[in-house]
């Protein structure tokens, strides 16, 4: 029922890429990605629509396949602000949020 | 200066007692929802209001009770037939349902 992140915990230098994906067994009528800082409140950074689009964030990005139910998350170029744990909601009648992925970025 | 307030942001309480968490929001929002998140896990929906004098349960919500009387507010009281309430608290408004979420600040509520 819970969309399933893949991978559980990424650590990264500067600089570095990486992808999040979230899988669903549900048909969603959207997805949205969220990003939490410890501690804090998980703060909203996209939304994607069905239709399969793409929307970009500066060096963040995410597509969205509803044939597959899955949604990417992609991040170029790692800052250290990009740290946190990141969430992706899965919506039907109502926002069902992922196991989340925690990001790590080093120096 | 428009967002979501809840209060306090550490709350303490006795085993037994039903306690209530305050959630406030002044961005004209349709919909509030509740959220509980546990160390390290995500978070589960509690609660959620999508008009004032209705709302629906999430996938938790027992042990937990709502009411929407007004738009800008969304309390939850958790009730002593949680048998697991310590927990981090977390509120959020949307313009609707299908919209991007807005969270407050969260309370820490721990059962002693």
């Known amino acids: 029922q819970q969309p399933v992140q893949s991978p559980q915990a990424v650590i990264l230098r500067e600089g570095e890429d990486a992808v999040i994906n979230c899988s669903s067994s549900?048909?969603?009528?959207?997805v949205h990605w969220y990003r939490q800082k410890h501690g804090e409140a998980p703060v909203f950074l996209m939304i994607l629509l069905k239709g399969g689009e793409q929307k970009g964030h500066e060096k963040i990005s995410a597509s969205f396949n509803e044939k597959k139910q899955q949604s990417s998350l992609y991040l170029t170029a790692s800052q250290l602000s990009y740290s946190g744990t990141y969430f992706c909601?899965?919506?039907?009648?109502?926002?069902?949020f992922g196991t989340g992925t925690l990001l790590a970025v080093q120096p | 200066d428009g967002g979501i307030t809840q209060s306090p942001k550490y709350l303490f309480r006795k085993e037994g007692q039903n306690v209530t968490l305050s959630c406030e929001q002044n961005l004209n929002h349709d919909a509030m929802y509740w959220y509980r998140q546990d160390p390290g896990q995500g978070l589960r929906l509690i609660y959620y209001?999508?008009?004032?004098?209705?709302?629906q349960k999430g996938d938790i919500a027992e042990g937990y009770s709502v009411s929407r009387e007004k738009k800008e507010s969304f309390p939850l009281t958790v009730t002593s037939a949680q048998k697991n309430p310590t927990a981090f608290y977390l509120c959020?408004?949307?313009?609707?349902?299908?919209?991007?979420?807005?969270f407050g600040p969260g309370t820490r509520l721990t059962v002693l």
């Open positions: 209001s999508q008009i004032v004098n209705d709302f």
């Open positions: 959020a408004s949307s313009i609707v349902k299908e919209s991007e979420q807005f």
């Open positions: 549900k048909a969603l009528y959207s």
């Open positions: 909601g899965g919506a039907t009648n109502k926002l069902i």
